[in-house]
């Protein structure tokens, strides 16, 4: 016995027989509970007078409100879902009509729309379909009306979209037009124009829409038989259409571009859909940045990557030397213009654009124009065209000759380099002077003990020939001692060029050599008055004066609030303080003086400091300095009369004023001569760049200025003073580094242990010694060393050493 199904039927109503897979009747399965689990609204009906509902499913509940009590018979039924009586007549008459035809022909008609009020009163248009299953009728309803409201929603933004469409053709700033082209025309005719592309043309609409010559007719008489033929080659081929010519219309001549792209219609014509701006402006400014471009030495440039050719301007050709048709080149061939010592990098930054890892680039090099003539370019290229995959097609861009920029700079970078070498080598002979003058101080003191004590001992002596001759001897020893000591003692200052120098350029000069660190650190800047000052001085005196005042203003502040420092020039006839200077001399009535102060906002100095800061060899800094620094500003400012005023107080910051004697202003015919910078020895800002240089010496004054040197030219320097703090930092990372650069005698490890130490790693690390004493090395170059330079050093032939020993050993300074 197979199983058997169980469900509840309405009330007095018998399970209706359902037809099985095979086809035959299965009396076991109940209709009513399938009818209720389905989800689309479903009623089912009886035949006959009173035509009595028998059942409705949840779903029908649910999408319209009614259940089976609400609606007993179709009659009741069609009285609330219709309560349209004309509307409900109609409907039920053809309900009834469908049904019968249904039974005469067994003919299944299409479900029919209606529009149906729910229980809440709210009406549904809804599509309802029927079947009979012996004398009931089994009624489906499907909602239509949320689909109804997205067709509206639709057909309202259609209509939208249109209006807006309207409205932007009519009022963009671009004229919108529409050609066709008929089977067998020739040229095409304006079929819709819009009113700014009437008005840009001068034109009616009845001008328009007739014989497009008189569209034509517009275009400037010189461009117009061009602009006739790009449209015939167009209208013959079904191309899209792209052009540009002057119009003359409303009293001026101006530049326009049409654009349109076509699409064939089912007759066999041909349509151009396009647009017509007003290019004037750009145009106009095309024009400017030609006459930039002359003014520049510049030129506009293309690189056709995938054809392996760089296009040029017309500027380009009188540019380079050569004749105007010779516009274009292979890329390999343009390369071999480029500078040897720059073709790495500009490969390096070319391939790099075309496999589009970088967007755009900004580049410095030499170029070779004719024969062996090399200038400096400054290149802004990016990425102009793409293919589908988004790669780059081509390159664009603009190169600007810079060769007088270069040269100025490299002469700005050999002066700066001059001044550190003056400024070192100054420093370093006014701390041999004032130490010396302490060793001779010291020495007279004890010289004087030991000849008094000669001169007692000649006394007790008198008669004894052989204790008198032992004392003469140690007489003329002190007297010989007297002598040197008072050489030593007065040893001086030897006497420097003066000239009448521009206050404010020797101000921010002195800044410079402060390093960039310091100064970002301490936001450092120059403030000057309108008319900077000239002064009677010699570059290297005021630097010296200008660092160690600048260095102590920064060293003012704490490691949570560092000290900023401003350095302002003072108006011409500004007033000294009416108090003695605290170091200097004051300045002499009628004498006139230049003026600048230099600020800190740091903790201020006490009254004890400030009564004994220009000794030598008093420091507040414990081991990080040795107290020469304002004793050596004090020299300075006394040997040219200048003067020095401290104001300061606790937390309040310091003011160091400073008066110097101005000088006249000279003739216009009696400028300095411009010293001429040759580019062969020039370090480009771009020499070292991406090399990671140590740089180690125990004097810490020392190797921060030849990481400074080192800096300019791009590379990233390091500074320490300490040798086995750089044998930790090598170990760690020899990989990072590019290069040593390290001192020769230094205390707990001298250069050359640091340098075999290097060479030990893997990679082992090139060395650059930068000694005062190359003499101590021996008849050899020790082999540790991969070049040897003499301090003092330039810039430049630092950067250029650091930069070829990074790659190769053994380099001897000559």
Same mark, same amino acid.
């Given at each position: ?6 469900t ?10 359902v ?17 209720g ?13 009173g035509a !009595? ?13 009614? /259940?089976?009590?609400?609606?007993p ?14 509307y ?15 039974q #005469? ?5 299409p ?37 109804r ?14 209006? /807006? ?6 009022n963009?700033?671009?004229? #919108? ?21 009437? +008005? ?19 275009v ?13 080659? $167009? ?11 002057r ?9 326009? =571009? ?19 701006v ?16 002359e ?16 296009e ?13 048709? &010779? ?5 390999d ?13 500009? =490969? ?23 024969? &062996?003539e090399?200038?400096?370019?400054q290149?802004h ?16 861009g603009?190169?600007f000759?810079? *060769?007088?920029?270069? /040269? ?9 380099a ?8 100054a ?37 004894? #020939?052989?204790l ?7 007489? !003329? ?9 008072a ?34 650190? +301490?936001?450092? =800047? ?10 009677? $001085? ?52 009628g ?9 800190? *906002?740091? *903790? ?7 009564? =004994? ?33 401290v ?8 003011t ?24 062969? $020895? ?9 090399l ?19 800096e ?27 290069a040593?650069?390290?001192?020769l ?30 003499? /101590? ?8 060393? #991969?070049?040897?330079?003499?301090k003092?050093v ?21």
């Open positions: 016995m197979k199983d058997q199904v169980v509840q039927s309405p009330s007095g109503q018998t399970p209706l027989p037809a099985n897979p095979e086809g035959s009747i299965d009396q076991d399965v109940d209709i009513w509970a399938l009818l689990a389905l989800p689309v609204p479903m009623v089912v009906h009886e035949l006959g007078e !009595r509902a028998r059942f409705v499913n949840p779903s029908f509940t649910a999408a319209f409100g009614y /259940t089976l009590a609400d609606v018979s179709v009659t009741a039924w069609a009285e609330q879902a219709y309560p349209d009586p004309d409900s007549h109609k409907v039920i008459a053809r309900w009834w009509e469908q049904i019968a035809m249904r #005469a022909t067994g003919m299944i008609a479900p029919v729309e209606y529009q149906i009020f729910d229980k809440a009163g709210r009406p549904h248009d809804v599509l309802v379909g029927f079947a009979l299953q012996g004398d009931l009728v089994i009624v489906t309803f499907q909602d239509l009306t949320p689909t409201v997205a067709e509206a929603a639709l057909e309202a933004e259609r209509h939208e979209n249109e209006k /807006t469409a309207f409205v932007l053709t009519e963009m700033p671009a004229g #919108a037009y529409t050609m066709v082209l008929r089977p067998g025309a020739e040229l095409a005719e304006f079929a819709f124009v819009s009113k700014h592309f009437l +008005h840009m043309l001068e034109l009616t609409p009845e001008e328009a829409a007739g014989d497009p010559m008189t569209v034509f007719s517009r400037h008489p010189e461009d117009r038989p061009h602009w006739l033929k790009i449209n015939a080659e $167009a209208f013959a081929r079904r191309q899209p259409f792209s052009g540009e010519a119009i003359v219309a409303n009293d001026e001549t101006r530049w326009i =571009r049409a654009e349109s792209v076509p699409r064939e219609l089912d007759d066999g014509s041909v349509i151009w859909e396009g647009i017509l007003d290019i004037d402006d750009l145009k106009r400014t095309e024009q400017k940045l030609i006459t930039v471009l003014a520049a030495r510049g030129y506009t440039w293309r690189r056709d990557i995938i054809a392996r050719r760089s040029f301007d017309l500027h380009w050709a009188a540019f380079a030397g050569h004749r105007p048709s &010779e516009r274009d080149m292979p890329s061939e343009w390369f071999l213009t480029v500078h040897p010592e720059d073709m790495a990098q500009v =490969r390096a930054a070319v391939a790099a654009l075309e496999a589009g890892a970088v967007e755009q680039q900004i580049l410095t090099y030499r170029r070779r124009l004719r024969g &062996e090399w200038i400096w370019l290149v290229a990016g990425v102009s065209a793409r293919d589908a995959d988004g790669a780059p097609t081509a390159l664009s603009v190169s000759d810079i *060769t007088a920029e270069m /040269t100025a700079r490299a002469q700005a970078q050999e002066e700066q001059q001044l550190r070498e003056e400024l070192q080598r420093q370093q002979r006014d701390t041999v002077v004032q130490v010396a003058g302490g060793v001779a101080h010291d020495l007279n003191n004890l010289i004087a003990v030991v000849a008094g004590t000669v001169e007692m001992l000649e006394l007790q002596a008198a008669g004894q #020939a052989g008198l001759s032992g004392l003469e001897r140690i007489r !003329r020893a002190v007297d010989m001692a007297r002598d040197l000591i050489r030593l003692d007065g040893l001086i200052r030897p006497e420097l060029p003066r000239e009448a120098q521009d206050l404010g350029k020797l101000l921010r000069n002195a800044v410079d050599l402060l390093g960039q660190r310091r100064i970002a650190q +301490h936001n450092v =800047r120059v403030e000057l008055s309108k008319a900077g000052p000239l002064v009677w $001085a010699n570059p290297t005196e005021v630097a010296q004066v200008v660092v160690n005042l600048a260095i102590n203003a920064c060293d003012s502040g704490t490691p949570d609030r560092p000290a900023t420092v401003t350095l302002h020039t003072l108006p011409p006839g500004t007033s000294p303080p009416p108090r003695p200077p605290d170091a200097g001399f004051p300045p002499p009535a004498v006139p003086m230049a003026f600048f102060t230099i600020n800190d *906002t740091g *903790t201020g100095i006490s009254d004890e400091v400030r009564s =004994r800061m220009f000794w030598a060899n008093f420091s507040t800094k414990g081991k990080a300095g040795i107290g020469l620094g304002l004793p050596i500003v004090s020299t300075v400012l006394q040997t040219n009369r200048a003067a020095l005023w104001d300061s107080s606790p937390s309040r910051g310091t160091m004023t400073v008066a110097w004697p101005a000088a006249a202003r000279p003739d216009a015919g009696q400028g300095a001569q411009n010293k001429t910078a040759q580019l062969a $020895a020039f370090a480009p800002a771009e020499l070292l760049r991406g990671h240089i140590l740089v180690v010496d125990d004097l810490a004054d020392v190797a921060e200025v030849l990481a400074e040197m080192l300019a030219a791009g590379a990233v320097a390091v500074a320490i003073s300490d040798p086995e703090e750089a044998v930790e930092m090598l170990s760690d990372a020899p990989g990072f580094w590019s040593l650069v390290t001192d005698h230094m205390e707990g490890m001298d250069g050359r242990t640091l340098a075999r130490h290097a060479g030990t790693l893997s990679p082992p690390v090139p060395v650059v010694l930068v000694t005062a004493r190359p003499d /101590t090395l021996g008849d050899t170059v020790a082999s540790e060393f #991969a070049a040897v330079l003499s003092p330039t810039a430049t032939r630092l950067a250029r050493t650091v930069r070829y020993a990074s790659a190769r050993r053994n380099i001897v300074d000559g």
